[in-house]
């Protein structure tokens, strides 16, 4: 199937610039990226069916969808990352002024798209952008997200990505344009390579407030792939990730046929009308109308010849059948969600009112529990990464009062869903009045504060309080 309108794709002028640079591309996983986007967004040729009109032309209905891709895709995004989720450092410095950019900059919002996009094409990930000013003042470094068809590895290895291109559309004077950033190492340190393109011809990316070239003067990747925790059995040593509904396309097809069919199941058993033939409207010998009943006609047929009859209309009804077709979307729904990873009972059509607790949900869906840990513990590493480089380039190139040794990055998810979050603040509450563990804590664990903030909060030391 051909792009759809407006659909972004790496033009062949960028592919053959890397190639010059001197890296190799890997495009194996391009078709099955494609793939899965056309079924993230319900635009593969399978959703149009032909059938044949009666004057024996030819036509074509768009199959009815619940979108269970996509669907999938934005219930993991939710429940990976939301505004519960927390990322923290132990020095107060650094720890104030990362949240108050992750506030300002809309952090999260942006990067749930992120994650549902990167659970849909297998890839996704996070880069740093500068804006070099005058002064160090006038400088910004921001966190860029980008999905698998924009995201090119030009280095990597089993333990994953070193160099990464990462390529977007830009607006040059009202025209579409194409900008290339390649983040590189040289002399152990990420260099940025940025070229422009407009159509066929390069342009200077000096002349368009881009730097041709920027060291970072990191010396951690100052990029981030992001990847769902499933091994990728599409191609083999590739440094793309996979689908989350990879191997529940046939089910996601069950369920949007079923639903289809639920609905043309209402419209084929619609009441049927047959006319008698004075109920149709005829012309007399001199052309003139004959008043008749009133009606659309689309659900009105005349009377087969022969069928005469006091009757001047009889209407016929078959019975519906709904309920077999339920029960199939019933099981569809349960294969699909078991596939992508949520369980047999994440996705029914009888829910109960109201939302589970953890523990109903740990008695009854152990299989969500398990893979929200796996794809955490996925994000994690990616967020870690980034948080780290952004610190130390918003000290270096943007005069950020951040204490160069922050020490380490936590990252906090929110495990509502999995773990009862007030059952655990009212046990450390319980553990913190007897004295097994220090105040300062609490704050720590629940309000994404650093260890220094948490204890000027409180009022104390970490000798005083055993730490």
Known sequence: MGLAKNEFKIPDLIVRYIKRAGYRIDTAMAPHINEWWNWYTCSDAWYELEYRKPDDSTGTRRRLSLHPHRRACREWASMLLNEDTGISVNKSKANEWLQTYLEEHGFWPTGQQLIEKAWALGTGAWALR????????????????????????????????????????????????????????????????????????????????????????????????????IENTAVDLSPYGMSVFADALDAAKSVDLAYDALFQEIELTEAIVFLDESMIDLRDDHGKAVPVAMG??????????????????????????????????????????????????????????????????????????????KHENS?????????????????????????????????????????????????????????????????????????????????TNSVDMGA
């Not at 010849?305 to 077709?325: C, F, H, M, W």
């Not at 007897?434 to 204890?455: H, I, L, N, Q, R």
């Open 296 to 373: 659309d006609g689309d659900r009105k047929f005349r009377k087969l010849e022969g069928q005469d009859g006091k009757n001047l209309y009889e209407v016929y009804s078959p019975a519906i059948r709904t309920e077999p077709i339920r029960s199939a979307l019933d099981v569809a729904l349960a294969e699909f969600g078991d596939l992508a990873g949520f369980g047999q009972n994440y996705f029914t059509l009888d829910k109960s009112g109201g939302l589970k607790t953890a523990t109903e949900v740990s008695a009854d869906n152990s299989a969500l529990m398990r893979n929200i840990r």
């Open 130 to 229: 500068f804006d070099i000013g005058a002064s160090e003042t006038d400088s910004k470094v921001l966190v860029r997200c980008y999905d698998a068809r924009m995201v090119v590895p030009l280095s990597w290895t089993p333990d994953g990505v070193t160099e990464c291109a990462f390529v977007t559309e830009v607006s040059i004077e009202g025209k579409r344009a194409h900008q290339l950033c390649m983040h590189v190492i040289e002399e152990g340190r990420y260099v940025i390579k940025t070229a422009m393109f407009q159509g066929n011809r390069e342009l200077v990316p000096e002349e368009h407030g881009a730097l041709s070239s920027f060291d970072t003067k990191c010396a951690t990747p100052t990029f981030a792939l992001v990847r769902p925790a």
């Open 379 to 459: 994000i994690r590493r990616s967020l870690q990464t980034i948080t780290g480089s952004l610190l130390t380039c918003a000290r270096i190139h943007c005069g950020a009062k951040i204490e160069k040794n922050f020490g380490p990055i936590e990252v906090s998810f929110d495990d509502s869903i999995i773990v009862d979050t007030q059952a655990e603040k009212n046990m450390m509450l319980a553990e913190i009045a007897a004295g097994v563990v220090p105040a300062w804590k609490y704050m720590a664990t629940f309000f994404d504060m650093s260890d220094e903030e948490a204890m000027r909060l409180i009022g």
